[in-house]
């Protein structure tokens, strides 16, 4: 996870835990259930997404900064790639995420390729030395 520094004082607001649900995914077929739950399983130290209202989405992008609300995504988004690949923060806020996703079962990695999609690490994940301002 990010190193960013904690700044006391600064309130995270409740969020729920990511879902397949809430990246667009939908998987059917017989062994879906168990590939759903190991997905989620997969993604519960991510947090929900937070979906931005209206705009175009290639330049302000379809998705905000759970802590400091700024685009996260887009042409013109915040995140920006860390030292470890796959992973990255807010640059306003410092707030940690991964760009690259593998979810894996007990019998290996679900899809063929890796996913890429901007999720941030949910507050009960992200510890108190890197809750908070840009590195
Ligand atoms: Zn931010």
């Not at 990010?2 to 397949?20: M, Q």
């Not at 017989?30 to 759903?36: H, N, R, T």
Request: proline share 7%; hydrophobic share 35%.
């Amino acid at each position: 996870m990010s190193e960013a520094k904690h700044t006391p004082g600064i309130k995270i607001p409740e969020v729920e835990v990511c879902t397949i649900a809430d990246i667009g995914f939908e998987i059917t077929g017989s062994d879906a259930p168990l590939l759903i739950a190991a997905i989620n399983k997969y993604l519960s130290v991510f947090a929900k997404p937070v979906r931005r209202n209206g705009g175009a989405e290639f330049v302000v992008g379809s998705h905000e900064c759970l802590k400091c609300g700024k685009p996260l995504s887009g042409l013109l988004g915040t995140f920006q790639w860390g030292l470890v690949n796959g992973e990255g923060s807010c640059s306003e806020c410092g707030w940690p995420a991964r760009a690259y996703h593998e979810p894996a079962d007990d019998e290996g990695k679900i899809f063929d390729r890796i996913l890429e999609i901007v999720l941030q690490y949910h507050p009960d994940n992200v510890t108190a030395t890197n809750k908070g301002a840009p590195a």
